[in-house]
């Protein structure tokens, strides 16, 4: 269910908080300290070991799997607008280096995309297969 999915989100994250708070005691800063980060790391590598060590219903893997796959990106999507907002606090050289690294990331997708094996073709889908062997009408 999509609940055990929520229990575990819930779980790690406040974990990561947890830990990023103590991690920001330690060091002397009065912040926590990649506690989300760290949250996400918890979540990614539990997900992955309760697939292989627990056998979970179908639809109990399915709600972990969904929220594993959406926490991610809502963390990334939570730090790029603080970001944004110190960016513009920073002044125009800080925007300047921001635009710069999203312009070089765009840049480099074609390069890294040519890097590797060319990858397999997908295997066709059986309902075309089954389009693909009736006979036609037309002849």
């Given at each position: 269910?999509?609940?055990y999915g929520v229990a575990l989100l819930g779980i790690c994250l406040l974990a990561g908080v947890i830990l990023g708070d103590l991690i920001g005691q330690t060091i002397g800063v009065q912040a926590n300290v990649g506690g989300v980060g760290i949250a996400m790391l918890l979540l990614v590598v539990v997900a992955s070991k309760?697939?292989?060590r627990i056998q979970l219903g179908a639809l109990t893997g399915q709600g972990i799997s969904f929220w594993s796959a959406m926490y991610i990106p809502i963390v990334v999507a939570m730090a790029a607008k603080q970001n944004v907002l110190g960016a513009i606090e920073g002044g125009p050289l800080a925007l300047l280096a921001g635009i710069a690294a999203v312009v070089a990331s765009?840049?480099?997708i074609p390069l890294l995309s040519r890097i590797g094996e060319p990858a397999e073709p997908l295997p066709i889908l059986e309902t075309q297969e089954k389009v693909d062997s009736?006979?036609?009408?037309n002849g």
């Open positions: 269910m999509i609940v309760s697939n292989k765009f840049v480099m009736e006979p036609s009408s």
